[in-house]
């Protein structure tokens, strides 16, 4: 999901003295490769370095992938602060609403095969919703996609869900989507009428996820699987709900004080296995897609075009809402760039494409607090 700073306050003002889980030691390490000779080791390690202090995380990871270079990943700190792990460059970690990209090109090639389209109705697509989202004949594909649906998001504005994941994080994480929409969403009035507005929705992915289930007849892990992970050799991402043990812990500053907590199970709760933000995935992964989807790779030309075309409505500031269809629009010293912030309580990640130079950026911390992201600006020209 996206980056939950609201979440992670209420968070600590009802967590009390809670015990948290004792995180258990990784069993399966990876095999780190060393970035040690890259002509700019020491530029971006030193950049890194910096970025993981000033943002109190445990540990940080970056990658760097531009043309006339060779790939950089790096990696500093600890990944689990129990047993003092350190984090490497090849760590699973959760990606939050990054995901929301891969579920995109999913929804994406549906429409390439005309089993979608971008003005098909959602109480057409799921109709059980009919009766239950307010205008839900009304709101598309494509409204969905884009966070002009109107629909709550309640990770973001819910305090009965987020006491949920306070008050009995396993309870909520045995929850189905099904579940989370009827208990959450079902019923709910609208942020305003569908396309007349933007508001960022998880629960506009976790219909996605749905429909496209419902279009394909498997699992959402599983048809990211066949499209993506696997035609990509993406051997260490996937979105089912696993034994999370070798994933990169997740920590919070609670009460403000500088000491972190570790908050993966919350982490877990919040998304695992969901489509607004459940895939686990590695710094080198994550560059594998962007290159495949950025490059024309894995949608045709005019459906990548749909994806990063931006959403234009006077509504939003300037009339651009920076955002197209699962793409975030950054503006940045080296002109706009496309990806996905992801964030919860435990974890931050970032995953930005540069079309002027096709640079590829990866940034990930396990403090689920914001940072100043600027480096960016100084090692992708």
Known sequence: ?????????????????????????????????????????????????QYRQKSNAP?????????????????????????????????????????????AVAALKLQEQGKLRFDDRLATLLPGTADRIPQADQITLRHLLSHTSGIVDPPNESIAYQLSIVDDYQERFSLTTGQLLTKYVYGKSLHFAPGSGWSYSNANYWLLGQIIEQKTGQRLHDVLDDWIFRPLGMNDTYL?????????????????????????????????????????STAADLATFADALFNGKLLTESALSEMIKPTLLPTCPNGDCEYGLGVEHWKTGLGTAYGHNGGSVGIEANLLFFPKNKGIFVLYKNNGNGSDKSLMDRVMP
């Open 1 to 49: 999901m996206k980056t939950t700073y609201v979440f992670a306050s209420l968070l600590a003002l009802l967590v009390g003295c809670e015990p948290l889980d004792v995180p258990q030691s990784p069993t399966e390490p990876c095999s780190p490769v060393s970035y040690a000779n890259h002509p700019r080791h020491q530029t971006y390690l030193t950049e890194l370095q």
């Open 59 to 103: 540990g940080s990871i970056l990658l760097i992938q531009k043309p006339g270079e060779p790939r950089w990943i790096g990696a500093v700190g600890k990944s689990n602060l129990e047993h003092q792990t350190d984090i490497q460059v090849c760590d699973q970690f959760r990606v939050g609403s990054i995901t929301k990209m891969f579920v």
């Open 240 to 280: 089912e709900v696993r034994d999370d043990r070798n994933v990169v812990r997740g920590y919070a500053d609670l009460y403000g004080n500088g000491r972190l907590y570790d908050v993966s199970h919350w982490d877990r709760a919040d998304s695992d296995g969901e489509a607004d933000g459940g895939i686990i």
